[in-house]
Nanobody, 123 residues
């Protein structure tokens, strides 16, 4: 069992930056692919980024590629999402997720979810 707790959300102006953190409990954190999803008001939850076990392989949605960076520290059981050049359309609740055998874009294939942290980007 893995429990995920996000932090770092908040209000930022367009063009600004935020770093989200996701602290995981459980001894097997390093075994999981970790990812971030988001849900904007009135929209479905969408994939943002993912990172494999060792941290060498990362994947991004086209909408955030070049602006967001996902990373992980297995010693601290934590995954991060650095968000630069934020846009108003990045406003959403951001969710941390973990899974063993995932299809990145398919949220149903992820095993564990955090409660979410709100990110609001003002224009």
């Amino acid at each position: 069992q893995v429990q995920l707790v996000e932090s770092g959300g908040g209000l930022v102006q367009a063009g600004g930056s935020l770093r989200l953190s996701c602290a995981a409990s459980g001894r097997t954190f390093s075994s999981y692919t970790m990812g971030w999803f988001r849900r904007a008001p009135g929209k479905e939850r969408e994939f943002v980024a993912a990172i494999r076990l060792s941290g060498d392989n990362t994947y991004y949605a086209d909408s955030v590629k070049g602006r967001f960076t996902i990373s992980r520290d297995n010693a601290k059981n934590t995954v991060y999402l650095r968000m630069n050049s934020l846009k108003p359309e990045d406003t959403a609740v951001y969710y941390c997720a973990g899974g063993l055998d995932v299809i990145f874009y398919n949220s149903k294939t992820w095993d564990y979810w955090g409660q979410g942290t709100q990110v609001t980007v003002s224009s």
